[in-house]
């Protein structure tokens, strides 16, 4: 069965900082996708970004890019200018073909004034 | 366009009780899931549809049941409340999970079981 790690619970960062968030996953397939969630206070879950694997360059969205990995099946997220509303538990997750998506057990990220 | 729809956002249930959360999106998508977050985890796969009259469990469907009787609606029942239910259940959906879809959560319902 797929999973999902991030193997840092808690990460904080200065306000205007960059930080990267780790996500590492373990497959046989060659084709599937990852995504990076975001979950405020609110509980809402917010889609972040979005990665296809066979797409080599990897995915950007404004302030918010991946390093994609997939030798390394590594998923990386980097948040770039850190603002106050960066604040939130963040997932990554995979999906693959006729699966669920798996989740990993998330990265609580704290913006420092 | 609402999206996906759940209530109720907030319940307290009496240990024993029974309940159902309601669940609707309005997107036409196949697939629907229920997930339940407990404090300071991830989420957990309750329940899945593929699509109208078929339903699967997930990796934690005991004490619940689901019913997907048309492509909108995917209710979820809890028989028998135990205090180990409190939690966050999000329902979510997404369309033609073959393409990677992105999936869309509600917006939660905090349940606790006392």
């Known amino acids: 069965a797929q999973t999902v790690t991030q193997s840092q619970p808690e990460m904080s960062v200065q306000e205007a900082e960059t930080v990267t968030l780790s996500c590492t996953y373990d497959?046989?397939?060659?084709?599937?996708?990852l995504f990076w969630y975001k979950q405020p206070p609110s509980r809402q879950m917010i889609l972040v970004i979005r990665?296809?694997?066979?797409?080599?360059q990897n995915a950007t969205e404004n302030r918010f890019s991946v390093n994609f990995q997939k030798a390394a099946k590594s998923f990386s997220l980097k948040i770039s200018d850190s603002q106050l509303g960066d604040a939130a538990m963040y997932f990554c997750?995979?999906?693959?073909?006729?699966?669920?998506?798996?989740f990993g057990p998330g990265t609580r990220l704290s913006v420092l004034p | 366009n609402a999206g996906v729809t759940q209530t109720p956002k907030f319940r307290i249930l009496k240990i024993g009780q029974s309940m159902t959360l309601q669940c609707t999106q309005d997107m036409n998508h196949n697939y629907m899931y229920w997930y339940r977050q407990d404090p300071g985890m991830g989420l957990k796969l309750i329940y899945y549809?593929?699509?109208?009259?078929?339903?699967d469990k997930g990796e934690v469907p005991n004490g619940y049941n689901v019913s997907r009787s048309t492509t909108e609606d995917f209710p979820l029942r809890l028989e028998l409340a135990a205090p180990s239910q409190t939690s966050v259940y999000f329902c979510?959906?997404?369309?033609?999970?073959?393409?990677?879809?992105?999936?869309?959560f509600g917006e939660g319902s905090w349940l606790t079981v006392v």
């Open positions: 549809s593929v699509g109208a009259g078929i339903t």
């Open positions: 979510a959906s997404n369309w033609h999970q073959n393409l990677g879809n992105t999936i869309y």
């Open positions: 990665q296809e694997a066979y797409k080599q």
């Open positions: 497959t046989s397939e060659s084709d599937y996708y």
């Open positions: 997750a995979y999906l693959n073909y006729g699966q669920n998506f798996v």
